[in-house]
């Protein structure tokens, strides 16, 4: 009978706390507050954003998060993007993740979102205030380091011949510094070889009419798109244009690109890793949600060089087509 009494009493023992430790798991799995993180990004349907997204998302289940991707059109101005921001805040976003059309004079933009919930900015880098709260910060590539990349694929495929070259430019959005920056990378990269830069435009709503225009007054040997929709206006064009002899360089990271790099029509692009820069803001976002007392903190991502002989190695593959799981 003893013996019984001591088999049977570790085993009540062991049944007792496992039932205690799996009430404790499911009360504990019920109080945990699942977070609302918005995302806001210029175009949010471009299938410029389709390696981000999957990035943000991939990152949203895995700190179970509740994602709201917004869908917008084309953001030029910076308060209508800070209203829809503050209308997501409204509707329970604890948290923001934005691609901010503007890098200076937003700094009572930044305080006023990042006083109430913590926001990650992404591609760009903006002008704002301390933060003390470690409230905000920006995921992004090394921009200047993409413009000198785009700048050098040149300077490697025509060496002295570079001279006298006239080369149009699509410089992106350049009120954002991220534009601003691989223009200079760019310009710093090729000016040894002293090409001439016979145009040069910024991206707006009228980017394709100005490109005509400009080209037209000056025609260029040379394109360079210094981002994804740049890289997209330049071949909607130029590949149209039959009679055209332009060469095409740039950065970019759509399917639509990867398929004139795979045709020969796009001779080298510059590709960030989206993925990895939606991921990373949507990871970091989540720490400082579930723990206010930590600190956002700018991160840096990669990027590659595609051509049409590389477009399929191993590294690059994963870039352009990440594997969500």
């Known amino acids: 009978m003893n013996d019984d009494h001591e088999i049977i009493l570790p085993l009540v023992i062991g049944i007792f706390i496992v039932i205690l430790f799996c009430v404790v798991m499911l009360i504990k799995g019920t109080n945990t507050e699942v977070y609302k ?3 806001i990004v210029s175009n949010s349907a471009s299938d410029r954003w389709v390696n981000f997204k999957a990035g943000v998302e991939q990152a949203a289940k ?6 709201d991707y917004v869908y917008t059109d084309y953001i030029d101005n910076i308060y209508t993007e800070a209203s829809i921001i503050n209308d997501e805040i409204s509707q329970g976003a604890h948290g923001i993740i934005a691609d901010f ?11 006023s979102i990042s006083a109430r919930v913590p926001i990650m900015l992404v591609e760009t880098s903006v002008k704002a205030d301390a933060d003390i709260r470690g409230n905000h910060a920006t995921v992004m590539p090394d921009n200047y380091a993409i413009g000198r990349a785009i700048g ?13 070259m006239k080369i149009g430019i699509v410089a992106g959005n350049q009120n954002q510094y991220a534009m601003q920056d691989r223009l200079k990378g760019f310009l710093d990269a090729t000016g040894k070889m002293s090409p001439d830069v016979v145009w040069c435009i910024s991206e707006n709503r009228y980017t394709e009419d ?6 037209e007054k000056k025609s260029a040997d040379i394109v360079v798109g210094l981002d994804n929709n740049s890289m997209e206006t330049a071949v909607d064009y130029f590949v149209g244009e039959k009679s055209s002899n332009v060469r095409l360089y740039g950065s970019g990271c759509s399917k639509k690109l990867i398929y004139y790099i795979d045709a020969g029509e796009v001779e080298s692009m510059i590709v960030p890793d989206d993925f990895s820069m939606g991921y990373q803001s949507m990871s970091d976002l989540a720490i400082k949600l579930q723990n206010r007392t930590s600190a956002l903190m700018d991160r840096e991502v990669g990027f590659s060089i595609v051509n049409r002989e590389n477009l399929f190695a191993g590294d690059n593959q994963q870039i352009l087509f990440p594997i969500v799981q």
Do not use: A, Q, T, W
């Open 62 to 67: 895995d700190n179970n998060i509740r994602l």
């Open 37 to 39: 993180v918005s995302v």
């Open 101 to 111: 059309c503007l890098s200076e004079g937003v700094e009572d933009v930044i305080d």
């Open 152 to 164: 050098n694929e040149i300077v490697i495929d025509y060496g002295e011949g570079l001279k006298g």
């Open 210 to 215: 100005e490109l005509i225009k400009s080209n």
